[in-house]
């Protein structure tokens, strides 16, 4: 794993996250141009990924999502998010999404450093459960096995890869 000094984790507050607004949509850009699976066809540009991280920056600032980024070298170089909003019944639950590492990070460790930060930032919210979905077989979906998390099942055909070619989903949920 890498070296937890050499890499700074940290939950970005609502004025962070309008300031790494363009770092942070570089990363989700180089993904999505890396072929990753998660939530855009391509084309997809710089801009379409700064205004996701528009609407992203608007739910953290209403509270209704939180952003946790890793730092190597002064460089963001990932991201994570817990969604906290859920229905009234649900308090107690929170959604795992868009755990992405930028390609020139990978493989060092970033993404379980994310994942074991976002868990602690759900369960200082109040949350004793989560779930999330990811690519059947993928690098994630190892991380999320290795990390505690139980396999709900597979969903086939759930997705599309950017270039459009169908993916298998696998739905996962942890209690904390
Ligand atoms: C999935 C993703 C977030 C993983 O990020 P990452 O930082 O590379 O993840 P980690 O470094 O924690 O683990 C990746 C691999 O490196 C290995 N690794 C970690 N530290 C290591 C080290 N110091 N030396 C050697 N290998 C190491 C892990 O064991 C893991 O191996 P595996 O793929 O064989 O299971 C990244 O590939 C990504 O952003 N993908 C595109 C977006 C995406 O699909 N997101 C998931 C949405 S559900």
Partial sequence: MTD????????????????????????????????????YLWPFSPGDARAAFQVWAADVEQER?????AFAGGALVGTVQVVLWVPPNQPHRGEIAKLLVHRSARGRGVAQLLMERAEAEARAEGRTLLVLDAVTG?????????????TVGVIPNYAL????????????????
């Fill in 4 to 39: 937890p000094a050499q890499v700074e984790i940290r939950r970005l507050p609502p004025g962070e996250v309008r300031e790494q607004l363009d770092a942070l949509a570089a990363v989700l850009h180089d993904c999505v141009a890396g072929g990753a699976s998660v939530g």
């Fill in 65 to 69: 999502r939180l952003i946790v980024a």
């Fill in 138 to 150: 993928g690098a994630a979906a190892r991380l999320y096995a290795r990390l505690g998390w139980t």
């Fill in 161 to 176: 890869y950017p270039d459009g070619r169908p993916c298998d989903t696998t739905v996962f949920w942890k209690a904390l």
